[in-house]
């Protein structure tokens, strides 16, 4: 069972979801700066300021959603294990808000970055490929 009551479970789940959710925005700004930079060069342009810039978004984003089940979007509580804390995904089946932040967590904090990181390396891959083609007939 969980040992420290239920302010630190809060805090546990909170730095859990806001880290996880940060990661994968970063890691979608990544690949997106990246098939920027590789297959629209013109606009791969990044200064310092830019890339601060997105950082505070990514972390902005994952603020968002991490802080909402502290606004009564959601709720975090114990797993289905009780030995750590995190979204409490038993309180959709009997309340309709925590089941809308569960689909909007799934919509874009899942599928949105990986559709991202998906599209972005496979015009990164076919850039790669038909640079390869021009390469070979010169």
Same mark, same amino acid.
């Given at each position: 069972?969980?040992?420290?009551?239920?302010?630190?479970? +809060?805090?546990?789940?909170?730095?859990?979801?806001?880290?996880?959710?940060?990661?994968?925005?970063? +890691?979608?700004?990544?690949?997106?700066?990246?098939?920027?930079?590789?297959?629209?060069?013109?606009?791969?342009?990044?200064?310092?300021?830019?890339?601060?810039?997105?950082?505070?978004?990514?972390?902005?984003?994952?603020?968002?959603?991490?802080?909402?089940?502290?606004?009564?979007?959601?709720?975090?509580?114990?797993?289905?294990?009780?030995?750590?804390?995190?979204?409490?995904? =038993?309180?959709?089946?009997?309340?309709?808000?925590?089941?809308?932040?569960?689909?909007?967590?799934?919509?874009?904090?899942?599928?949105?970055?990986?559709?991202?990181?998906?599209?972005?390396?496979? +015009?990164?891959?076919?850039?790669?490929?038909?640079? =390869?083609?021009?390469?070979?007939?010169?």
């Amino acid at each position: 069972r969980w040992l420290y009551g239920k302010q630190i479970c +809060l805090f546990y789940a909170f730095c859990g979801v806001l880290f996880g959710i940060c990661s994968l925005s970063t +890691l979608t700004l990544l690949s997106t700066v990246c098939c920027l930079k590789i297959c629209f060069p013109a606009y791969g342009k990044l200064m310092r300021q830019h890339g601060q810039i997105l950082i505070a978004c990514a972390w902005t984003y994952a603020a968002i959603f991490a802080c909402s089940p502290l606004a009564h979007w959601g709720e975090y509580g114990a797993e289905p294990y009780g030995t750590a804390c995190c979204i409490d995904w =038993r309180s959709t089946n009997v309340n309709a808000v925590a089941m809308s932040y569960i689909m909007a967590l799934f919509v874009f904090c899942y599928i949105l970055p990986c559709g991202v990181i998906v599209t972005s390396y496979s +015009l990164i891959l076919v850039t790669v490929k038909e640079s =390869r083609k021009a390469v070979e007939q010169h």
